[in-house]
């Protein structure tokens, strides 16, 4: 076990000597892990904060934030998705396919919001669109392309939380794997 030399104020020490029950350095250890838990939650959340001012700078989201504009956040990109399916469904109204998807994407949507923006994912993925080095369209082209057929040719079947954290792990592993294809071109 590591040592540790602290500085107190002599009158918290007599006081502290008074008290031969009490095991102190188990009281500074606890006390000095919450203090750096609390470092810790706040280090991460200043880092979400940065990336979330990068990205908006750049008309990018992390998330859903309520804009319009033609870059959207992956989960307003789900809802998107899913309002297509559902016009696709009226277009063929005998293909139940669409209607699955649609109910797929938007439950995907919804769980997908529930995970703080300050979870190591959201994080790992708001960092491949952060690069200022590499040409993001690659990236939009692909995250496209991975969410127009999800749910459409599987069984209908209702997506937990579970589900959505392993599709955003995926995900993130697939743009963080373009992202380095990207940086050695």
């Known amino acids: 076990m590591a040592r540790m030399t602290i500085s107190i104020p002599d009158a918290l020490q007599k006081r502290m000597r008074r008290t031969k029950s009490e095991n102190w350095s188990a009281v500074a250890a606890a006390a000095f892990e919450a203090r750096l838990t609390e470092v810790q939650q706040n280090m991460r959340q200043q880092e979400v904060e940065k990336v979330a001012r990068k ?3 750049e008309g990018l989201r992390l ?3 309520g804009d319009d504009g033609d870059d959207k956040g992956l989960v307003e990109k789900l ?3 899913a309002e297509w399916r559902d016009q696709k469904a009226e277009e063929y109204p005998d293909d139940v396919r669409n209607r699955n998807s649609a109910t797929a994407l938007r439950q995907l949507a919804e769980h997908l919001d529930k995970i703080p923006r300050t979870d190591q994912l959201w994080i790992r993925y708001a960092r491949v669109w952060e ?3 590499v040409d993001t369209f690659r990236f939009v082209e692909y995250e496209d392309e991975e969410l127009r057929p ?3 040719h599987n069984e209908p079947a209702e997506v937990t939380m579970e589900d959505a954290v392993q599709f955003l792990e995926g995900h993130v592993e697939d743009l963080e794997r373009l ?3 990207a940086m050695v071109e």
Request: aromatic share 16%; no cysteine; hydrophobic share 40%.
């Open 55 to 57: 990205l908006k700078a």
């Open 63 to 65: 998330a859903k934030d």
């Open 79 to 81: 809802e998107f998705q």
């Open 131 to 133: 690069q200022d080095d």
């Open 150 to 152: 999800y749910g459409f």
């Open 179 to 181: 992202l380095a294809e």
